[in-house]
Each structure stands twice: as structure tokens, then as C-alpha cells.
């Protein structure tokens, strides 16, 4: 018997062409960003932000900010993925409750608080994880949609800085992809054919 979440991985396409006359409710919204959510972070910092871009008006916008690129507006909804760069001041919180269920010893959390304070002091450093966590966040939540029955695209193809101005991205933000979600309309590729496995493993 097929594995499904194999069988998932194999078919899953960079979808182009997306129903425009689908829509998503709130609650499958929610569930997309809820599964997204599931993706590691280092620290557990959970350093991301999802915006989920739906109404017509706004789904314009964005999609003058990426270059005209029509599924943008014609996906049901297109999240703009964002990296928040590392706050360790914020890990106590987020772990607090691992710690309470008797998972984490408390002196734990906090040498993970000063490790994080210790590793992100690098602005770059600190930038470089905030894009690691977005595309982590991302590939996880283009698995959830195919999982969920929908298509998805991820794109690099937009204005940075127009999106941070027109979505009020804050200045600890780092708008890092955009992943159109939807229905697939007819005309949509097969997967491309992946690299031989010899031209990209080693094991040593």
C-alpha cells in the first residue's frame, strides 16, 4: 500500500493556473496557518507572521506588487510569509508551557533564552534565521494545502520593500515569499523531473 504522505510529496506542482471562482472560508484559512504552524523553529522561537491576502481589493494590490503575476489574484488566497528576526526575550513565554507539562527542566529554557540572545546578536545572523523559519513555515504549509485537496505556488518574484510598506510589516519583519493557495484550474504541469540522486547526495 502507497504511503500517502509519500504519495503527497510526488505529485505535489508549483501550480500557475488556480480556479479563480474558488473561495476559502475563515476556518480553512485558519487550518492552513494552524498546520504551517507545526514547523520547526530553532529555539522554538516560532519567528513568523502569515498574512493571509483574500479580499479583491487587497489580492490587487499584492498582485501589482508582484510583477502582474495573475495567480496571485486568482488563488483563493496568497499569504505573504514573513521571518520575524529572533527575539530571545520572547523564548521564556513560548517555552513556559513545555516547562509547566514537566517536559523542559526550567534551567533549560533559560540557557536556551541566553543561547539564543548569545547567537542572534549578528544582525545578519539574526536575519538569516528569520528567512530560515518563514521557509520552513512555507514548505509545511504547501504540504498542508496539498493535503487538504488544493494547489499551491511559492514565489520570490515581488517588490520586498512595496509589500513591507503597503501590509504594515513592522521593522522587525522580513517579507521573505508569497505562497498562492487554491483550487487548480485545467492546465496546470505535471512535476518536473528532479535532478538524478547521484548529482546531489553524499553520504559519508
Given at each position: 500500500?502507497?504511503?500517502p504522505t509519500i504519495s503527497l510529496?510526488?505529485?505535489?506542482?508549483?501550480?500557475?493556473?488556480?480556479?479563480?471562482?474558488?473561495?476559502?472560508?475563515?476556518?480553512?484559512?485558519?487550518?492552513?496557518?494552524?498546520?504551517?504552524?507545526?514547523?520547526?523553529?530553532?529555539?522554538?522561537?516560532?519567528?513568523?507572521?502569515?498574512?493571509?491576502?483574500r479580499a479583491p481589493e487587497a489580492?490587487?494590490?499584492?498582485?501589482?506588487?508582484?510583477?502582474?503575476?495573475?495567480?496571485?489574484?486568482?488563488?483563493?488566497?496568497?499569504?505573504?510569509?514573513?521571518?520575524?528576526?529572533?527575539?530571545?526575550?520572547?523564548?521564556?513565554?513560548?517555552?513556559?508551557?513545555?516547562?509547566?507539562?514537566?517536559?523542559?527542566?526550567?534551567?533549560?529554557?533559560?540557557?536556551?533564552?541566553?543561547?539564543?540572545?548569545?547567537?542572534?546578536?549578528?544582525?545578519?545572523?539574526?536575519?538569516?534565521?528569520?528567512?530560515?523559519?518563514?521557509?520552513?513555515?512555507?514548505?509545511?504549509?504547501?504540504?498542508?494545502?496539498?493535503?487538504?485537496?488544493?494547489?499551491?505556488?511559492?514565489?520570490?518574484?515581488?517588490?520586498?520593500?512595496?509589500?513591507?510598506?503597503?501590509?504594515?510589516?513592522?521593522?522587525?519583519?522580513?517579507?521573505?515569499?508569497?505562497?498562492?493557495?487554491?483550487?487548480?484550474?485545467?492546465?496546470?504541469?505535471?512535476?518536473?523531473?528532479?535532478?538524478?540522486?547521484?548529482?546531489?547526495?553524499?553520504?559519508?
Amino acid at each position: 500500500m502507497t504511503n500517502p504522505t509519500i504519495s503527497l510529496i510526488e505529485r505535489r506542482v508549483s501550480a500557475n493556473l488556480f480556479d479563480a471562482s474558488h473561495a476559502l472560508a475563515d476556518a480553512e484559512v485558519e487550518e492552513l496557518a494552524r498546520l504551517a504552524t507545526r514547523a520547526p523553529t530553532a529555539y522554538n522561537l516560532q519567528n513568523w507572521r502569515f498574512i493571509a491576502v483574500r479580499a479583491p481589493e487587497a489580492k490587487a494590490l499584492l498582485r501589482s506588487l508582484a510583477y502582474g503575476q495573475a495567480k496571485v489574484q486568482e488563488a483563493a488566497v496568497t499569504f505573504i510569509i514573513c521571518g520575524v528576526l529572533p527575539d530571545h526575550a520572547a523564548l521564556a513565554a513560548r517555552l513556559l508551557p513545555f516547562v509547566k507539562a514537566g517536559f523542559m527542566p526550567a534551567a533549560m529554557a533559560s540557557g536556551w533564552q541566553e543561547g539564543a540572545r548569545s547567537q542572534y546578536a549578528d544582525p545578519q545572523t539574526a536575519r538569516d534565521e528569520a528567512v530560515r523559519s518563514a521557509t520552513l513555515g512555507a514548505a509545511t504549509l504547501i504540504f498542508a494545502a496539498e493535503a487538504l485537496g488544493l494547489v499551491s505556488c511559492p514565489m520570490v518574484g515581488f517588490d520586498a520593500e512595496g509589500v513591507a510598506r503597503e501590509f504594515g510589516l513592522g521593522p522587525n519583519e522580513v517579507p521573505v515569499m508569497l505562497v498562492a493557495v487554491g483550487r487548480a484550474a485545467p492546465g496546470n504541469w505535471p512535476q518536473k523531473p528532479r535532478r538524478p540522486l547521484a548529482e546531489v547526495l553524499e553520504i559519508s
